[in-house]
């Protein structure tokens, strides 16, 4: 009895700990409220919008596809970038949603992994892109992570060593490249996860930070080049 109590108490602090990492990554905003009512976003914030003043949105996207690193799933349909954090429930969420537009042939997602919001942030990215398959490993980390979520166990992901004086050239040189994502949401102001940044037909870049339905995105994907 105390043994069933004891294994009780454990996987309700892991659910706790679930819950707090759900409103670390995801800090809803009035924009965030607007896509749960199921209006999907249409413009970018003052930020992006800042950076389109300088350049053309199509040499911005451009610029994106050249200076981040990225994971791509899908070959059809249009595309946007997703920033994802191993240690962001709500990425995960994003990814499953994403995963079955991408498997129906409707979009191409490119991943951009990102180290924000724990230690061990950086040594799964780096694991994740020096995988021989780096698709297949992202998504078989993907399927760890929820079934950690519907399990109440941590998931034990693989780690690159990035310490200072062991990491290897190769987790050198990806650790630079993730921090150059991360630098690249700093520059833009974005703070919170997960992100999905899109080129609409009309207007300029689209962001969206938090959770999105399957329906909103399938009512967003007309709108997308």
Known sequence: MVRILLVFIVRLFLMFGIVVLLFACA???SSESDLQNNSAPTTAPSDIASAQSKMTKRK???????QLTFIQEGSHGPIIYDFTDTNCPVCHLIYTTEARLINEGKLTV???PVA????SSMPEAVAILQAKD???K???IEQQIGDSMKTGKPAHLPRAIVAIGLASQETIKLTKKIETNDDFLQKIGVNDLPDVIYMPKEGRLGLITGLISQKQFTALLPQLQ
């Open 138 to 140: 992202l998504q078989d």
């Open 27 to 29: 800090k809803k905003t």
């Open 110 to 112: 490119r991943y951009v």
């Open 116 to 119: 924000m919001i724990k230690p």
């Open 134 to 136: 780096p698709v297949g």
């Open 60 to 66: 911005l996207w451009d610029r994106m596809g050249k």
